[in-house]
């Protein structure tokens, strides 16, 4: 059905999100980046879309929400194996993330996550294998 996805997430300082972007170890699509946007690279075919909030405003008549304040969704990317989450988020730490929680162990998911510099929470996972069936 679909080919690509593109996450739109507004950032207060571009270039301060495209340094914490790539503390991380992610890369930016050059074609579609400028002074007002920055394409993150996360996967094949999964981007998301850094926009100055001014250039974001531009694309909705609804106000910005302040993602410190308010929790209106979040980015859960999967990962090869328990020790890339952890990775993920140990750089994240160190280039200024917060990390609200504790890692969660669910057996067949194990999942981490951090809020970026301007409060996007991001969760990574990685599944091992599948919820036990609860059905009666």
């Not at 170890?25 to 001014?54: K, W």
């Not at 859960?76 to 993330?97: I, K, M, N, W, Y």
């Not at 998911?109 to 301007?118: N, R, T």
Request: proline share 5%; hydrophobic share 40%.
């Amino acid at each position: 059905m679909h080919q690509q996805i593109y996450v739109n997430l507004p950032v207060r300082d571009l270039p301060a999100s495209q340094a914490f972007f790539a503390a991380l170890g992610y890369r930016f699509n050059p074609q579609f980046t400028n002074e007002r946007a920055a394409c993150l690279e996360l996967g094949e075919n999964l981007y998301a879309m850094l926009l100055r909030e001014d250039f974001a405003r531009s694309f909705s008549a609804k106000p910005l929400g302040d993602a410190h304040a308010l929790t209106t969704g979040w980015v859960c990317l999967s990962c090869a194996h328990r020790e890339q989450v952890d990775t993920l988020v140990a750089r994240a730490r160190t280039a200024g993330a917060r990390v609200p929680a504790e890692p969660q162990d669910y057996g067949f998911m194990y999942g981490h996550g951090f809020e970026d510099l301007d409060g996007h929470h991001w969760e990574l996972i990685h599944m091992s294998g599948k919820p036990a069936d609860t059905t009666d």
